[in-house]
């Protein structure tokens, strides 16, 4: 007879037709639960499964708006506002040409387990569009986000749901979002984070995913007598989480040698120079090939010519996107020695990738747990805005270290618990699914 998490993994698939992102987010997560559901029949008996994989509300919404040359352009906006149980909805937009309703929810269904593991008291949603802000104006986007927060705001608010930033929205996308929110409601609160330092935004923030990433990778690390220091780094991507990846990864001792975006990837024996990546890719909006055009010894290749993965390292951080390291690479980091691999992006590791580094006793730091240090210092950014007080860049990094390692404790203690030390993607899911399944439990069927 089929497990209770089997049959509602079975009614996932069949309710959500031609949703593949989410369903194989919903299946890794049930995988893992069946060790701690099938053998408690309070679970069956409440439906927490059926009620924890049915978003609590789905927003889907047209967003038009005007381009440069007066033509009238309609893109789609979403907010999956998935569980409320331990808090308020929180996390991020993304705008990318990719944005569908399964990669809304299975974002959203992944920050449920995230935020949990925070320990911090937020529930998890998602949301974006279709919209690409590459190659448009200023003014362009500018109006997109002005359209896109004249329906959001109703849905949103600080005690009730708070959006950041995702792929294709950071500060400049922030702002507009904030200044158009507080025009409509007339009232300054942190229904945002993420934002400038001059309007109510945290130090650290910008930092905090790629630092959280490499704190834990080192906490991993050490558990196990070893470090950062004197590694070599393979990173994907090269937005907000993989260049303070880098710069952490860098000022922990290792060498970071390869960096991509959607056109191509650089391989830089002499490490990853910061100072000219941060100008190509923050101030001047430009393209990884620039990187090669200026640093001398730094090797292109275009999309399609091999991968980052392809290069000889000892710890491997996908920071792009979902499905970005399959089973090959995986096969190929793990013949070549790799002995970390954390996940900065949400769900770039294929499902056969991730079991071919379980199978191989490679250190797998899932990223629910590994880039939770962005919406944990987003809920600093919170506690800052709403005392009006703004703390130092090191108060706000002393407690994000201290989040990270509380994160490790828990999932390192959550595998060990069920019989299966050192398998973090278990440990995560479990670590993160009591505390929420303890709430719905709590709160009765709702
Ligand atoms: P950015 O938009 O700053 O950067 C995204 C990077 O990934 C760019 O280099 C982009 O290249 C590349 N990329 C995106 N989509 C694709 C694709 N389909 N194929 C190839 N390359 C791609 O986003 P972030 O750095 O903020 O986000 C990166 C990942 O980290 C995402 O998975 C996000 O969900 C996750 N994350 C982000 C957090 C945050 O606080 N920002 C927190 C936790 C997780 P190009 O410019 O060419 O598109
Ligand atoms: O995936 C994520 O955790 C984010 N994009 C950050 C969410 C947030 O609310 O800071």
Redesign the pocket.
Known sequence: MASYAEKVLAQVKANNPGEPEFHQAVTEVLESLKVVVDNDPVYEQTGLLERLVEPERVLMFRVPWVDDEGRVRINKGYRVQFNSAIGPYKG?L?F?P?VNLSVMKF?GFEQIF?NSLTGLAIGGAKGGSNFDP?GKSDGEVMRFCQSFMTEMFRHIGADTDIP???????SREIGFLMGQYKRIRNEYVGVLT?KGLSYGGSLV?KE??GYGLVYLSEEALNSRGDSMRGKTVAV????????YTIEKARELGAKVVT?????GWIYDANGIDLDVLKRI?EEERG??SDYAERVKGAVYHP?GDGSVWDVKCHVAFP????N?LDESAAKTLVANGVILVGE?????TTQAGTDVFLANSVIFLP?KAA?????AT?VLEMAQIDTRLFWSFEKVDRKLQAIVKHIFTNIDDAARRYGMPGNYVAGSNIAGFEKVADAMLAEGIV
């Not at 960096?259 to 056109?263: P, R, V």
């Not at 880039?371 to 919406?375: E, F, I, M, S």
């Open positions: 991020g993304r990318h990719s974002l995230k590459k950041a930033g995702d792929i294709g929205v950071g993420g923030r905090a995913t994907s991507g090269s937005g907000n989480v993989a260049i960096a991509s975006d959607s056109g890719k393209r990884i999309a920071c792009a996107t979902q970005e900065g992006a949400n769900m770039p990223g880039n939770a240090g962005g919406v987003s």
